[in-house]
């Protein structure tokens, strides 16, 4: 029998999911399930997102299915025959694999802790107890803060060039002709400016209401365009979106006046309502991410640029461009949002003109201008 003071009161523990003098047909398939569930409740009691917790039962449920043993079968080997299977099919990233190590670890945490009574019941009921095969040897250590694509780079200013002249000359032409879609080619023109000139991610700037939009009373200039209050930045471990406040730069000023002419000129056209958001679609709503992805990729392809080059790209640019104008590295570091000094390293990608200026400094200032 199991220890009645086992049986406390978590969110997750055994007794909330299995009922008392129940019978199952299948008591592997119900005490899985009832795991799961448990595990489900644990989480949402830390508040964590419902996709962070959906994502990791996928991780769970494809390694029972893989293994076809349930958890209190599985071994270190378990997982280390499911990681190689899942790499070698999928050419998985590091990135994935390491978020699916973490979710099977955290699943292996939480049943062999003695205070939630899975470990009790899986002796009582199969004469095996589930163990933790998640370890420093067969899991993917934790290298780099950042490990996305290695081709990914910013934009040369040639490249930055084309890319904005493109969807200038697209509106020129269809406000010539008469046709519909001028006010969407200088929203559109717009958004990708403020990626560039404010370093957003997706999901940022499609999520911009008017409220964000700040003042900087270092700068009474800019107006309203002083700043971006960035509600919802990338997330850390399931937890709420992230926020900081983004502030407009001098380099950057022709996208302030460009903003400021959108918000004030071209918006009330879309004739908005009380709809809060800043790149408003024609039917009065957020732009979806597929949209602002798809916009970006034509407008890519019309101007000739490389495929390689993506959205993110432009949030490359705005750090390169930063550094090379000798901008404090911290206040790089938090203007993009970047938790680690070394993921705002890897997203710097100074140009070989201003390395060349830089060694030419350093050594004129051992040796002179002049030998």
Known sequence: MRSRHLLLELAGAAHFELPGNVRHLDPGEAIFEAMLR????????????????????????????FTNQYPWEWGPASLEDFTSSEFRSKQLAKS??????????????YITDI????????????????????????????????????ERRPFTRRELQDFFDYIDDQYLK???????????????????????????????????????LRSNAAIPAYGNYGALHVRYGKSVKGGPPKRRVVFSVPPFEWAIEALK???????????????????????ASFLSYNWIDERFQIFRSGAGLPADLDLHCLRHSYVTYLAEENVDALFIQNQVGHEWA???????????????????????????EHE
């Open 174 to 212: 269809v406000r010539k002709l008469g046709r519909k879609g001028a006010l969407a080619l200088l929203r559109d023109s717009t958004l990708f400016k403020s990626v560039l000139a404010w370093g957003l991610r997706r999901r940022e700037v499609s999520l911009l209401s008017m409220c964000d």
């Open 115 to 150: 205070r939630y009574d899975w470990v009790v019941i899986c002796q009582e009921t199969f004469d095996a107890t589930p163990v933790q095969i998640c370890t420093e040897m067969n899991t993917l250590p934790h290298g780099s803060d950042y490990e996305g694509d290695p």
């Open 261 to 283: 002419y959108y918000c004030e000129e071209v918006r009330p056209l879309f004739n908005p309502g009380n709809h809060p958001a800043v790149f408003i679609s024609e039917r």
């Open 96 to 109: 994935t694999i390491r978020g699916m190590h973490n979710a099977i670890g955290l699943f292996c945490e």
């Open 342 to 368: 070394a993921t705002t390293g890897i997203y710097t990608h100074v140009s070989r003109d201003f390395k060349l200026s830089k060694v030419k400094e350093l050594y004129d200032n051992l040796y002179g």
């Open 38 to 65: 448990g595990w489900r409740t644990q989480q949402h009691s830390r508040q964590l997102r419902e996709d962070t917790i959906a994502g990791r039962d996928k991780y769970v449920r494809r390694l029972h299915r």
